[in-house]
């Protein structure tokens, strides 16, 4: 005969993702805290797998160390793309080649249009495409995508072991940021390589912090 009203709690329960729904090679058992960002970033378009001859798997090959030019395109793929696709680089480093096929045609796009904007500086003009990228390489490169630069002067020294290290301040602002995360021992080990498994996870939380860029730069 009139209006009711009730209080009531609703309680949701969100278990973590322990396996991916994409990839056949990410288990519970194996690499299942890289799950959740092999499988959002593959439907986002950035990571791929292969098939075997004859089977419907996908596979990621998560223990695979990662070249320089790989997570540059994951990179690409991830923040550039979609403002950089028709982008036609002038310049490119002289040992990145652009071939006939499609997956040399866009590690030339990624690699030419990161260099354009200053995310890949290479060494003595050489990007070393085929090169392993170590800790210290992917986490200045990561900061890069923030376009963060010398000018912003971190002195916080987060890990035992970079503090003299060329990468140090890279090192330190891509922590800050919530990219990467050290070793329970309170080490980072620069120049330890990383493998696709680590490099989905960097590049999974670098997408996912890039919203607050400006905010995080006009702090004090």
Known sequence: AGNNEKTCTITFTVQSKTASAVFSDVTAKNYSWASDSVDFLYYEGVAQGSKAAGSTAIKYNP?????????????????????????????????????????????????????????????????????????????????????????????????????????????????????????????YRPSNIINRAEAMTIVNNTLRRSPCREGLLSED
């Open 63 to 187: 223990s695979a160390n990662i070249t320089r030019r790989d997570f540059m395109l994951m990179l690409y793929r991830a923040f550039l793309a979609a403002d950089y696709g028709t982008f036609n680089p002038t310049t490119n480093f002289p040992d990145v080649v652009k071939g006939a096929d499609a997956y040399s045609k866009e590690i030339y796009q990624a690699v030419g249009v990161a260099k354009y904007l200053g995310i890949a500086q290479g060494t003595n003009d050489r990007f070393n495409p085929t090169a392993n990228i170590t800790r210290a390489e992917f986490a200045t490169i990561a900061v890069r995508f923030f376009v963060i630069t010398e000018e912003y002067d971190y002195e916080i020294e987060v890990f035992s072991d970079t503090e003299d290290h060329w990468a140090s301040e890279y090192i330190n602002m891509a922590y800050l940021l919530g990219i990467i995360n050290g070793y329970p021992d309170g080490t």
